[in-house]
């Protein structure tokens, strides 16, 4: 892509872990950047600086360091993205890489369990916010003729893990949105896919309780004997936005390395 294109990639959650990484590969291949994020003022700096790496592409990057998940907020921040975008210019991939979610046991003899409202809050976070936006963005007529839209899945779909519930339940909900989404927003060219990760080390795999054994397990199971990185989530993400991927829509694509093979 031309670095004087104009096609953007809005990326929410994109200031860490899979959300960085295609920020990263997508700068490198022309695209310019909005990226919605939300961080505490101490993680700014190096926040910062990453973002300004991007701009060595010769790209723009505008960032807005807001809650996605508010409805206010979101509805500002579509206005100002109007405002700011240049004449002609309109978002090509829209990168959902919110996570945000409960990591409670169901029971426990002590301690807390999952409640009603965490399983609400995880997946207003983790799957009704990617319909918000995209409803939103295509009232306000921000998304280009030929959109790709990507969130991020894992292997909870289908499988139980410890203190994960609330996660699973919100990931099997993305996908099925992706799948609707694919479907009935064809007519103004929107393809939509779920790309299910391996096993990979981020601040939100760091936060899951247990998580040394699920990241032993993974690189038990991977044959190739590595966990997925960052890198080869984005590099995926980066395919399904070529003109050769527009015929993939409403599909679940595993970027794992055979991990989930066993």
Known sequence: ??????????????????????????????????????????????????FDTLKSHEIEVKSFNVDALNPDKRSDTIIKIQEELPKGH???????????????????????????????????????????????LANSHLLAADTRIVAFTSEGNTKAIPNYGAVSVAKVALEALVRNIALEFAPIGIKANCIQAGITV???????PGHEKIQSNALERNPNKRLTTPKDVADVVYLLTLDEAQWITGTTIKVDGGESLR
């Open 202 to 208: 981020t601040k939100s795999f760091e936060m899951i």
């Open 90 to 136: 309109k978002i090509k991939v829209v990168v959902h890489s919110i996570a945000k979610g409960s990591l409670k046991p169901m029971y426990a003899d002590v301690g807390t369990t999952l409640s009603n409202q965490d399983f609400k809050i995880t997946l207003d976070a983790m799957a009704l916010s990617l319909y918000d936006w995209t409803k939103s």
């Open 1 to 50: 892509m031309s670095k004087n294109s104009q096609h953007w990639a809005l990326i929410l959650g994109g200031s860490q872990g899979l959300g960085l990484a295609t920020a990263q590969k997508l700068a490198k291949h022309g695209y310019h950047l909005v990226i919605v994020h939300r961080d505490r003022r101490t993680d700014l700096e190096p926040i910062q600086k990453a």
